[in-house]
């Protein structure tokens, strides 16, 4: 076939796409249509997952697939987001401005056709869903390096927002600027988790630098933006944004540095069968009250994935929290005994969400 003749037929097939893509948003109108009558929840994070594992798996099994499976979740993700959209415009917070790792999380997660609200804070996220502002949010829970994220786990003791997603993200932090002269710089701005993450790096190599705590990435490269003399930890994106050199790239301390991030909504998710569910508790100030704890989980043969102590709001100092992750959905038998023993030990319960554990 001659060049023209291929041009017709990719023409031809974009067509066909066009027409099988009206299809689908129809179809997937008609379902939302069930839900409301249903009272079920429009967005379903675990059938999302499961449609971009099925096409993903469906291509990778193909016999010398000339598409990169690896580009079929991210076109099927933006498939998937139009698609909701076009029936029910899904409102999504995040921690801003865009640019940051959370903005790639939150588009990870929803694609482009959501309309997206950023907050200069983790609380404002927060702030937002509970006052009915967005109808989701996304911010940082935990990263490889430096464990949690305090402004998350704080907010969520006060919160009526619940975890109803979970996501992790590989972060590649780069040191981004307007030279490459190392010597010349004197200021490094950045988030307190990217500074913690590139510890060691700065210290090697910008010993005598002074760090400078920015509210986000993104807002770090802003001010380095104006500032001949500083840089800024941040990513690529940030780099393109604010009109930045990318200095140094994949500067964090370890090769595997990854961030987990949540989706908070009103709503928690259903139980799928592979779900994982966020609580805290309190015990009392007195020896055994974490292993009376523990031996509740075990007796219930519940894994627990997770635990850390924070300081608890407005009790006397050395008074704790502990959040903790375990397997299972609060509506399986076994997590629902636990809950209810651990109701009967400990001066707080609160579960902060169930929902499909991220692959």
């Known amino acids: 076939m001659g060049l023209e003749d291929l041009r017709k037929r990719i023409d031809a097939l974009d067509d066909a796409l066009i027409e099988l893509l009206d299809q689908r948003a129809r179809a997937v109108a008609d379902a939302f249509e ?55 415009e899904l409102r999504v917070a995040y921690l801003g401005p865009p640019g940051t790792f959370t903005h790639m999380a939150a588009q990870s997660a929803f694609g482009l056709g959501a309309q997206y609200v950023h907050s200069a804070t983790i609380p404002g996220v927060f702030d937002a869903v509970s006052g009915n502002a967005a109808d989701c949010g996304v911010v940082p829970i935990e990263n490889s390096t430096e464990g949690g994220v305090s402004f998350t786990l704080d907010s969520l003791i006060d919160s009526d927002a619940v975890i109803r997603q979970e996501l992790v993200l590989d972060i590649t932090q780069c040191l981004l600027g307007h030279h490459d002269d190392l010597g010349a710089i004197d200021r490094v701005y950045s988030h307190p988790q990217a500074l913690a993450q590139c510890r060691g790096w700065l210290a090697r190599n910008l010993p005598a630098a002074q760090l400078v705590v920015s509210n986000s990435t993104t807002t770090a490269a802003r001010e380095a933006s104006s500032d001949p003399s500083a840089a800024a930890i941040a990513s690529r994106l940030a ?121």
Not at 41 to 49: A, G, I, N, V, Y
Not at 243 to 260: A, F, K, M, P
Not at 277 to 304: C, D, Q
Not at 309 to 327: C, I, K, L, N
């Open 34 to 88: 069930v839900k409301r009558r249903t009272g079920l929840p429009l967005h379903d994070p675990k059938r999302e997952q499961q449609v971009l594992e099925r096409v993903e798996r469906k291509l990778s099994i193909r016999s010398n697939p000339v598409f990169p499976v690896a580009a079929v979740r991210p076109v099927f993700r933006e498939i998937l987001s139009a698609c909701l959209s076009v029936n029910d």
């Open 239 to 359: 780099a393109e944004i604010h009109g930045l050199r990318v200095i140094r790239e994949s500067i964090q301390d370890r090769s595997d540095n990854s961030t987990r991030f949540v989706v908070i909504a009103r709503e928690d998710a259903p139980p799928t069968g592979d779900d994982k569910t966020s609580l805290l508790f309190s015990t009392p100030h007195e020896e055994g009250a974490l292993k009376r704890v523990l031996e509740i989980l075990y007796e219930e043969g519940i894994n627990m994935t997770r635990i850390e102590s924070r300081p608890r709001p407005g009790a006397q100092r050395w008074q704790y929290v502990f959040f903790t992750d375990v397997e299972g959905h609060r509506a399986d038998p076994a997590v629902a005994r636990a809950l209810a023993r651990l109701d009967e030990t400990c001066g707080i319960v609160k579960v902060l969400g169930s929902y499909p554990r991220a692959q």
